[in-house]
């Protein structure tokens, strides 16, 4: 079977958490400290503070910026639920627009409408999904214009760009993900990044238990940081992130040159999105999804539905009594299946995976 994802952990990975071990410095420490400098560098902003999760991430990034109970905030009703949590999590609403049924992101047209019918909303939280980013020039014009602060989940898209500028360092703040599947990984773990000082001293006293001083707690915090163990791991795969993220935009490439099939489309590349394909999302039309799942799993080719459901209308939030009814998320939805992409693909996984696609019948 050849995997939807696979992280490349090498020797240095090895090694590093090895040192950690010996040093007998596990937990927060050096390392991360270390690890967020190079993070922060890396997207060229201020700051970087590192979290337990992209999820963690996102509820100390919108629990600084202030966001909480009779906060609106604007998101996307397809993405990983953690996105629609967060906000959930401040005791603050969401409040959802459809995506674009080209590049599954939030519709910037839908985003006004939703902005016009509602003064009350205060933020906005766009999802640069599947490793590819929003577009930035219609999305900053409305935050400007409507004073939202704007929060980037870039848990799919380390190193993706809008016009040669990294995901994450448009907003307020960015939040990262370092899941095994994604990019790059830490083990379990997250990010978050801002150029902006105070915001950056308040995650920092969030995610340690409002703690500034040695057991003077200021604010009600967490324990969300990052272990030495986890960075000593992120560190190594941040030098090679730019590499894996070429061989992704390589695989995509010969992924889209190769598939040619009538009830299939391959994903849509805004021109200036620099895409690190953390998905390929092919849409399979024609009601044929589920015999196109079968046919992959036949032939040994791993695949994901991301997602098979709406975020509004998921069992969790029932009680919440979310609009469900989101005609292009809905219709997504139905078409998407994710095929594998990752850097552990070889040239024969490549030829077999495009093959087997375009025999599908
Ligand atoms: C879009 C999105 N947001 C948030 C998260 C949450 O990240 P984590 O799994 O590290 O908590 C994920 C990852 O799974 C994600 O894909």
């Not at 009600?220 to 935009?249: H, V």
Request: hydrophobic share 40%; glycine share 8%.
């Amino acid at each position: 079977m050849i995997p939807i994802a696979q992280p490349l952990i090498g020797e240095e990975e090895q090694t590093a958490v090895h040192e950690v071990l010996e040093s007998g410095m596990l937990a927060s420490g050096n390392i991360v400290r270390a690890f967020e400098e190079e993070f922060a560098d890396y997207l060229g902003i201020e700051h970087c503070i590192t979290t337990t999760s992209g999820t963690t991430a996102l509820e100390v990034a919108l629990r600084a910026l202030g966001i909480g109970p009779g906060d609106k905030v604007l998101t996307t009703p397809f993405s990983f639920i953690a996105s629609t949590n967060s906000i959930v999590y401040t005791g603050a609403t969401p409040v959802f627009a459809d995506i674009r049924p080209d590049t599954f992101n939030i519709d910037p047209e839908k985003i006004e409408a939703a902005l016009r019918a509602d003064s009350d909303i205060k933020a906005l939280l766009i999802v640069h999904l599947f490793g590819q980013a929003c577009n930035m020039d219609q999305i900053i014009p409305l935050v400007e214009k409507y004073h939202l602060l704007l929060i980037e989940d870039c848990a799919q898209s380390h190193g993706a760009m809008w016009k040669g500028k990294p995901v994450g360092t448009f907003g307020d703040v960015g939040c990262f993900s370092f899941y095994p599947t994604k990019n790059m990984t830490t083990g379990e773990g997250g990010a978050i990044v801002t150029h902006d000082d105070n915001l950056a001293e308040t995650c920092r006293l969030l995610i340690n238990h409002g703690m500034a001083v040695r057991y003077h707690h200021d604010l009600i915090g967490y324990n969300y940081r990052m272990t030495n163990i986890a960075a000593a791991i992120g560190r190594c795969q941040l030098r090679k992130l730019d590499r894996f993220n070429q061989i992704r935009r390589l695989n995509g490439a010969i992924l889209t040159e190769g598939i040619h099939h009538s009830d299939i489309t391959t994903p849509f590349v805004q021109d200036d999105a620099f895409f690190v394909y953390h998905q390929y999302t092919l849409r399979i039309k024609n009601d044929k999804r589920d015999q196109f799942t079968d046919y992959l799993n036949a032939n040994d080719i791993g695949y994901g539905i991301f997602y098979p459901l709406s975020i509004p209308e998921q069992k969790c939030y029932q009680r919440f009594g979310f609009n469900t009814v989101w005609p292009v998320t809905d219709l997504i939805k139905n078409q998407v299946v994710s095929i594998p992409v990752h850097p552990g693909l070889s040239e024969e996984d490549l030829d077999m995976i495009v093959q087997v696609v375009n025999k599908f019948q």
